[in-house]
């Protein structure tokens, strides 16, 4: 009877904290993140990051971020809208393209105002195994558009 007891209070202590764990971490963040490809944007808006990226020697340090503000530049940068019903009147898109050489996933760490402007920090998430891999690959773009909700009027940092 009594090891009934202490097992119920495990689990439901245990139960609890994850409850817990997990609501925090949805409620942290005021934004959405998504990683697409390069399919997702029109050849107007791409076709001269790549050239830069390629310029640049494909340098894994290349980083770049736009702002969309509204409709209009939406258009010219999707070919196809990630995001449906997005309310530019209390949102705004970022979109971050960077250099890499991991394959790892990207997280939102933070979304949040910062002195001159809005600060995004995101992290690579390691994939865990049970042996030692590396995730390396060769230096190629990975994009990334980030939905926040709030409008942001001066600039983004983005910071991995």
């Known amino acids: 009877m009594k090891r009934k007891v202490i097992f119920r209070f495990q689990v439901s202590f245990l139960a609890l904290v994850l409850l817990i764990s997990f609501c925090c971490s949805c409620s942290a963040h005021n934004a959405i993140i998504r990683e697409t490809d390069a399919d997702s944007f029109t050849a107007e808006f791409l076709n001269p990051v790549i050239a830069e990226y390629e310029s640049c020697n494909s340098e894994p340090e290349f980083r ?84 926040i909700n709030q409008k942001i009027s001066g600039g983004i940092n983005v910071y991995i």
């Open 64 to 147: 770049k971020a736009f702002v969309i503000y509204g409709p209009e530049s939406l258009s010219e940068v999707f070919a196809a809208n990630p995001f449906t019903g997005i309310d530019f009147e209390s949102e705004t898109l970022v979109v971050f393209i960077f250099g890499s050489v991991s394959s790892a996933t990207i997280e939102l760490r933070k979304a949040s105002p910062a002195r001159d402007g809005f600060q995004i920090d995101l992290k690579y998430q390691k994939h865990l195994t049970l042996y030692p891999s590396g995730d390396a690959t060769a230096p190629h773009l990975r994009y990334v558009v980030i939905r």
